[in-house]
């Protein structure tokens, strides 16, 4: 292999997501072409995801390139796409992760409940079983992991709705950049300030969530329409009275619309499991993280009882934080003990035990 043939080092990415196509095509061709960038169009991507390794393959073989812009499909998750391009031990080195969103549509498409086919996988291929997202969901991971949300068709809303959107964003991703795209200015320009606030690595904490659980909450655009809760209780939830607040409570709006909600909590029923919560829109689930007998000296755990935060418009905290501490044991339900707590109605999914 020739000098200028060798590998050159890691190459260096912007990645492009959204759900607006056409606005995210746009404006992730003119930003290669400003940068001098090679794009990976979302397209390839799609046909073959394949074709991202072979584009960084060919730009670590040419001396001084600058590098590659990567614009993805709906449907491969913000998670994957950090993953794959900030792995400490891979070859692309993540820049910036700028999300494209259209102002006009992002509330219902929030509310909506359209699901999404993810890519083909080995574990799917294996099990036989397709998996889906939620739309909303995917556009909510897309703004969290963001160092940069351009907002697009923002001149259709009136100044109020408008205001309302950007703090709603800014809540959702209070690490990101926000800017406004007018059709007026080049949107060569409009991407050559954008610099990432921090190097992304493999494990982000950009999401609004996790700034409310780690007291680094701090967005830099404001609402009265738009609250936020951080909920910590150390009793665990009783599954039965949970569920109604679920379904009940918080599905009817009684608390104002909880867009974005998730965290660590437990059960009653099954006060050995940390669970994960998560729920974007209409959409909820609790999956297991942890079980208590699985964990080494070394091991901490993720939370005792309750750790959850809350995104929404037309929050009352309190009314919301008094609803959760109901929906937890009383005194006299947590000194009976777990042979009571096994009796609990419990309408949450099973939860396999990996190993126990």
């Not at 890691?10 to 992730?28: F, H, I, L």
């Not at 039965?240 to 909600?261: A, I, K, M």
Request: aromatic share 6%; glycine share 8%.
């Amino acid at each position: 292999m020739s000098e200028e043939a060798r590998p050159t080092g890691r190459v260096d990415a912007v990645a492009v997501v959204g759900a607006c196509v056409s606005e995210r095509q746009e404006y992730a061709r003119r930003l290669a072409h400003s940068r001098g960038h090679v794009m990976v169009p979302a397209h390839r991507v799609r046909q073959n995801p394949a074709v991202v390794d072979q584009a960084r393959d060919l730009l670590r073989r040419v001396p001084g390139h600058a590098g590659m812009l990567v614009e993805y499909p709906m449907e491969i998750p913000a998670m994957d796409v950090v993953a794959e391009l900030a792995d400490p031990c891979g070859e692309t080195r993540l820049q910036d992760l700028i999300c494209v969103v259209d102002a006009a549509h992002l509330l219902g498409d929030l509310e909506g409940q359209d699901y999404v086919r993810l890519p083909f996988s080995a574990a799917e291929g294996e099990e036989g079983v397709a998996h889906f997202s939620s739309r909303a969901e995917l556009i909510v991971t897309q703004i969290e992991f963001a160092s940069s949300v351009l907002l697009v068709n923002w001149q259709q809303l009136p100044h109020q709705r408008l205001s309302l959107v950007m703090a709603l964003i800014s809540h959702l991703s209070p690490q990101a950049r926000l800017d406004l795209v007018d059709p007026e200015q080049s949107l060569d320009d409009a991407g050559q300030g954008i610099v990432a606030a921090e190097p992304y690595s493999a494990e982000q904490t950009r999401a609004g969530w996790v700034n409310l659980l780690n007291d680094h909450f701090a967005p830099e655009f404001l609402s009265a329409a738009v609250g936020a809760l951080r909920y910590e209780q150390l009793r665990p939830f009783h599954p039965g009275r949970l569920h109604d607040l679920l379904t009940e409570q918080l599905e009817s709006g009684e608390f104002g619309l909880v867009l974005r909600s998730a965290g660590f909590c437990r059960l009653a029923t099954r006060a050995h499991v940390t669970a994960q919560w998560d729920q974007v829109g209409p959409q909820f689930s609790l999956t297991p993280l942890a079980f208590d007998h699985q964990l080494g000296e070394a091991d901490e755990l993720l939370a005792i009882g309750q750790d959850l935060a809350f995104i929404g418009l037309g929050l009352d905290v309190e009314a919301l934080r008094q609803g959760l501490d109901r929906a937890a044991l009383t005194d006299a339900e947590l000194a009976s003990g777990p042979e009571l707590w096994a009796s609990f109605p419990d309408s949450f999914p099973e939860w396999r035990t990996i190993g126990g």
